[in-house]
């Protein structure tokens, strides 16, 4: 049951994710770039999962390795909330300078 809970909440920042590149597309791109076409949800997903591919990931060391089921199902959740208030800053952030321009 836990894993289908981390799973779902990392598909919701999956999909949070996709939108955000989607409004800074509009936002940032298309207002400095007339010719760039739109962007859908689901091509912002894919961009932000290619982006994600690329980059380096960081291991778990060896005490993260040691640690107990229970305690990394908390440490996930805590995590995918956190991204997804992060997501939510990043956007109101974006939405000020956008505001601004």
Known sequence: MSSIVTFIF???NVVARGVVINFFWDWFI???FGSVPDISITGAIGLSLIVDVVMPHRRLSEKELREELSDTY???LVNC???FLGLILVLMFGLIIHWMM
């Open 30 to 32: 298309r207002s400095q």
């Open 74 to 76: 908390y440490r996930d």
């Open 10 to 12: 990392s598909l919701v």
């Open 81 to 83: 909330y956190y991204y």
